[in-house]
């Protein structure tokens, strides 16, 4: 089915790339013959369809319209700048978020729990560009706190300094992916811990004069943790996949901003092939997820 999608999903789109191209730079109607057959667009569907499929199998997503680069070199390039934005913004969403979750569980009704649940819900429903355009004109375009785009400063140093250059522009982007995210560990988390507290292990454990902190770090969490395994893997593929939008705010030079510049072409190789790259991290983050779970859980692997 990815397969599929990633071929006629992206053949629907409006726009047609060799008319951007001729428009780009004069050409005459033989040369714009000439570069749809080069690019195999004058080729019926089907045809088309099989072609791409052999070239998907040897991981050869053909030639950018646009950057005039193999697709495969480009994704491999700016593969790990998106793992650096996401897997930051992963890390610290799940502790901030399973954290949150089990202290406003633990204490269901208090004051802290209103707070951060009614917090959490707030950043939940906000639309991740219109967080990102607010972050970035004030903390970037008011206060000149941080850098408003990019990985890395054009005079920036080699060493250390450009360690932290870097670090510098990730701030905005991550504090964007980690507010909309991390409210969906707390909800699980905080409900999972509200139904194990009536559970009888946890009568025992409290009968038995274990003091509160212990029955909640040594029995409540580690129980309450299970229901949560699968949505933090699910979630790490789609945080990478729905990078696209916090990438194009801020400019950063990963999977995502080369997604959103290929729809404006249509670039059809670059789409296609960041398109299966997203749905193959989802996919094995799901196959990681189950079988994760099968080791936490036994009755899982009894059954």
């Known amino acids: 089915m990815v397969i599929l999608l990633g071929f006629f999903a992206f053949k629907i789109l409006p726009g047609d790339p060799v008319a951007r191209i ?39 997503f ?13 994704i491999g390039e700016y593969f790990w700048n998106t793992i650096l934005l996401t897997g930051t913004s992963a890390i610290i969403a799940i502790a901030l978020g399973l954290w949150l979750g ?31 355009l607010i972050l970035l004109m004030i903390f970037g375009g008011t206060l000149h706190w941080f850098p408003t785009g990019g990985m890395r400063s054009p005079d920036a140093p080699d060493g250390f300094a450009g360690i932290l250059d870097v670090v510098a522009h990730m701030v905005l982007p991550v504090i964007t992916m980690v507010a909309v995210v991390y409210a969906q560990y707390v909800m699980v988390m905080r409900a999972s811990v509200v139904e194990e507290m009536n ?18 770090t040594r029995h409540v969490v580690p129980n309450a943790l299970l229901p949560t395994v699968t949505l933090v893997f699910m979630h790490i593929g789609g945080l990478i996949a729905g990078a696209v939008t916090v990438e194009a705010v801020f400019s950063w030079p990963g999977l995502g901003k080369l997604t959103f510049e290929a729809i404006s072409g249509p670039d059809l190789p670059l789409l296609q092939g960041t398109f299966v790259v997203f749905s193959a ?23």
């Open 62 to 74: 053909g030639e950018s319209y646009v950057y005039k680069r193999s697709v495969s070199e480009l």
């Open 281 to 303: 991290i989802i996919i094995l983050m799901n196959l990681i997820a189950d079988l994760v779970y099968r080791q936490l859980d036994p009755r899982v692997r009894r059954s």
């Open 102 to 132: 089990q202290r406003a569980g633990w204490k269901h009704g208090s004051r802290f729990d209103k707070v951060t649940s009614g917090v959490s819900l707030v950043l939940w429903s906000v639309p991740t560009f219109w967080l990102a």
């Open 22 to 60: 001729a428009r780009e730079r004069q050409m005459s109607p033989e040369q714009i013959a000439q570069l749809r057959e080069q690019l195999g667009l004058d080729k019926p569907l089907l045809e088309q369809f099989w072609t791409y499929l052999g070239n998907v199998f040897t991981l050869n």
């Open 199 to 216: 559970a009888d292990y946890i009568t025992t454990a409290r009968a038995k004069g274990l003091r509160d902190d212990l029955v909640r």
